[in-house]
């Protein structure tokens, strides 16, 4: 099981997984937006989306849990 | 005994290290025999080895643990130190001290490369009078270490253990291989953290090769196997002249590989979205040539070695798929360190320039980001080899700065079609201009007002009028840029100046 973390303070602007699907290391988890810029979240592991904790619009600090990954 | 045979009966014994055990204990974690080490390293075995009968009365400390000599790497002379773990551990003796001292000021006095190959548990506290506190006692290692800093190249392979005052011998050099798994560097063992702090911890999780190459930035470069690290350090020396006098040795040119996307596909025009930044690097350089330091540290800043046209060069790169390429207080660490390093050594800089800005927070403040920033700037602007700034997008407020912009000297600037420079994005500058119109205007035409202020700032900093100002010294088409960097680096080659008269600097470090 490996928890995805933001890598920076930010918005969350998409989130592009649901729970239940399968992921890819490289696959783009949410993408933040942060400095303006789209900060894209790689799942960094290959699996199934067990838990998504954020939602569109939430804030997350860096080192958050973003998604668990089975 | 006729003493040749005595005398070949001895030099065996030695040739072998220590006991048999050690050894059988060193294979099954992966650890090489260190004349193997040398042997792998170095085109052929050690030319020259010196002290190698040091301690040879004590037959319990073959060669006091440490080989030193003098060998050939890519055909040139290199001097080196290695610890041989299978005596005491790799301690370190009174002999064995001297022994390093004696290497390092041949590498000085020859002004060659000085490798090290460390796997020491640290000092033999039974010979810590002969070895400690003097005047040829281990610090004295440290303080030629320092000396010889930016005169030849050092590089620590870092096989085994560092610990305590050992440590330090990493520290110091330019660059840090460490082999994931067996590499440590700590200052205390977690037996003495346990006992000092009441803290409970591993030695992986507090010294080991993936914390230091990824949170603490002590190591460069992590590596799965002692042969990863020979290979890397091989092709790591390749970029680099002997010492500070010569110029890094040319290679044959090589066309960059083949890809399908050109640069013009890959970058896109939306300035927040994000590409990857090495797939541009891979585009400009000699097929193969990127030799990455700190890959796994503060990535949203990319620094590596490579070549344009057979020509060593230094790329620094904001990387965009990480932390949106904002530089953090890590990232200008990472940077300086890097900017000193080509610069010591003759290999001229190209900063590729796709920054949104410095971090902003409390965060980052606690760290001390205007400081570390501030130490990036200072190694920036006073490098005197050739120095590119390419802004390949955005180079907005401090980031301009920070990347090599025009105010610091470099020998060009250059700009690609769609560069932007500005002390902030349209969207934020918007908002800081016209915050408090915004709030008062009725909601329906909210949108409108700040699409046509949008547009507005975009003209105001078009990079063609920052070209008609003399801003930026060329614009240049995507797919031409490799051919634009190689005419600059070659005829920049001559360049030849002094950043200014003084002793030294006060850093912000």
Redesign the interface.
């Known amino acids: 099981m490996a928890e995805v973390k933001a890598?920076?303070?930010g918005n969350v602007w998409k989130v592009m997984i649901s729970e239940g699907d399968s992921v890819d290391s490289s696959q783009d988890v949410v993408i933040l937006e942060?400095?303006?810029?789209?900060?894209?979240i790689a799942a960094e592991v290959t699996g199934t989306v067990k838990e998504l904790k954020v939602k569109e619009e939430d804030f997350v600090n860096?080192g958050d849990v973003i998604a668990i990954i089975e | 005994m006729a003493f040749e045979e005595q005398h070949q009966a001895m030099r065996e014994r030695i040739e072998k290290g220590g006991a048999e055990k050690y050894h059988e204990k060193n294979a099954e974690k992966g650890k090489m025999f260190v004349r193997d080490r040398l042997n792998m390293l170095l085109d052929d075995d050690l030319n020259v080895e010196d002290a190698f009968f040091a301690n040879c009365v004590d037959e319990s400390l073959p060669a006091d643990g440490v080989v030193t000599g003098l060998g050939k790497l890519n055909g040139e002379t290199v001097a080196v130190m290695a610890n041989d773990s299978t005596v005491k551990a790799g301690s370190w003796g009174a002999r064995t001290v001297e022994k390093i001292i004696r290497i390092q000021e041949t590498a000085m006095k020859l002004e060659v490369p000085m490798l090290y190959l460390v796997d020491s548990a640290g000092a033999r506290i039974t010979d810590q009078i002969e070895m400690f506190p003097n005047r040829r006692g281990a610090g004295r290692i440290f303080h030629n270490q320092v000396k010889m800093s930016g005169r030849v190249p050092q590089v620590c392979l870092l096989f085994g253990p560092s610990a305590a005052g050992g440590a330090y011998i990493p520290a110091f050099c330019d660059i840090v291989v460490m082999v994931e798994g067996n590499a440590s560097m700590y200052l205390g063992s977690p037996r003495m953290a346990e006992k000092v702090i009441g803290e409970q911890v591993s030695l992986e999780e507090m010294g080991g090769a993936k914390m230091h190459c990824s949170v603490s930035g002590v190591g460069d470069v992590l590596v799965e196997s002692e042969q990863e690290a020979i290979d890397y350090v091989q092709k790591y020396l390749t970029y680099f002249p002997q010492n500070f006098r010569t110029q890094p040795n040319e290679h044959d040119p090589v066309e960059p590989g083949q890809f399908d996307k050109t640069i013009s596909d890959l970058i896109p025009e939306n300035q927040?979205?994000?590409f990857d930044m090495y797939e541009l690097i891979n585009r400009l350089i000699d097929n193969d040539s990127f030799c990455e330091i700190k890959r796994e540290f503060a990535k949203e800043l990319i620094t590596g070695l490579a070549r344009i046209d057979g020509k060593s060069v230094g790329i620094i790169a904001n990387q965009?798929?990480?932390?949106?390429?904002?530089l953090f207080h890590d990232s200008a660490d990472k940077a300086a360190k890097f900017i000193q390093l080509c610069d010591a050594f003759n290999i001229p800089l190209v900063f590729l320039a796709d920054i949104?800005?410095f971090?902003?927070?409390t965060?980052v403040e606690r760290a001390g980001i205007i400081r570390h920033g501030a130490k990036m700037i200072s190694a920036m602007s006073e490098v005197t080899v050739p120095k590119i700034c390419v802004v390949v997008r955005k180079a907005y407020g401090a980031g301009l700065y920070a990347m090599a912009g025009p105010a610091f000297d470099p020998d060009v600037t250059i700009a690609l079609p769609t560069a932007q420079i500005a002390v902030m994005?349209p969207?934020?500058a918007v908002n800081a201009v016209y915050a408090n119109k915004i709030a008062v205007l009725p909601e329906e035409e909210r949108q409108e007002f700040i699409k046509e202020k949008h547009e507005e700032y975009k003209e105001n900093i078009d990079i063609y009028r920052l070209a008609s100002e003399m801003i930026v010294d060329d614009i240049v088409e995507p797919n031409n840029l490799r051919g634009a960097l190689t005419q600059r680096l070659d005829v920049y080659q001559s360049k030849n100046v002094q950043f200014t008269e003084r002793k030294h600097g006060v850093y912000p470090v």
Not at chain 1, 34 to 40: D, F, V, Y
Not at chain 2, 320 to 326: A, D, F, L, T, Y
């Open positions: 890598s920076m303070a942060s400095m303006k810029m789209e900060i894209p860096e | 927040n979205a994000p965009p798929r990480q932390k949106g390429g904002v949104p800005g971090m902003i927070g965060k994005g969207e934020a």
